[in-house]
């Protein structure tokens, strides 16, 4: 049965454990509150729009507040196969201002894609997932809305010889479903936390 942050009725995928030894679970929203709560920042700040448009496609919009800045997260499919792109800004920037960077980096990889499924583009992305990591399974990888097996994507990069595959490694697009536990002891840089 899943457990609703302690402020709403929302699902809770965010479980707080405090230095007293509670644990509060919290939503998103709530999580990212209470983060901002403990980093002495005003989350209102942090605040953005649910989607943004890039060259006429529209792309979910998420964020996870941290102790080192936001991660903003653009996407866009369906659930375990979407495209995926983050961006992490620093404090300093509203919500509002980081959408002007967020829609940059999509569009950096966007301006580039084909139609074509079976071709690498000038510039993009593959997504690494996993059905269920802890039984040892090999990734499969996220390759323009459809999974690809390693042998698959392998068989993928075989068509260009003489080409670099360069790459930056960037979070993907957590989850829903996912919960992470996070220790309040953490979450403020250089706090020290005895209980844990």
Request: hydrophobic letters at 30%; a negative charge; one cysteine or more.
């Amino acid at each position: 049965m899943p457990q609703h942050c302690y402020l709403c009725e929302k699902e809770a995928h965010h479980h707080v454990k405090l230095k007293n030894g509670d644990v509060i679970d919290c939503c998103d929203e709530h999580y990212n509150r209470w983060i901002c709560e403990r980093l002495g920042l005003e989350y209102t700040r942090y605040v953005h729009p649910k989607t943004i448009n890039v060259f006429g496609e529209r792309f979910r919009v998420t964020m996870q507040v941290g102790p080192d800045g936001v991660m903003y997260y653009a996407s866009r499919g369906r659930k375990g196969v979407e495209e995926s792109y983050a961006l992490q800004l620093p404090f300093s920037m509203s919500g509002k201002e980081a959408m002007k960077y967020l829609r940059g980096r999509v569009s950096l990889t966007t301006m580039f894609a084909s139609d074509d499924k079976d071709e690498l583009d000038d510039a993009g992305t593959i997504g690494i997932e996993y059905d269920d990591a802890t039984e040892g399974e090999d990734p499969y990888f996220i390759f323009k809305g459809r999974k690809l097996s390693p042998d698959q994507l392998i068989e993928l990069l075989s068509f260009y010889p003489g080409y670099n595959l360069a790459y930056q490694l960037e979070p993907r697009v957590p989850d829903p479903d996912s919960h992470w536990i996070t220790y309040e002891g953490h979450v403020v840089p250089g706090e020290d936390d005895d209980d844990n």
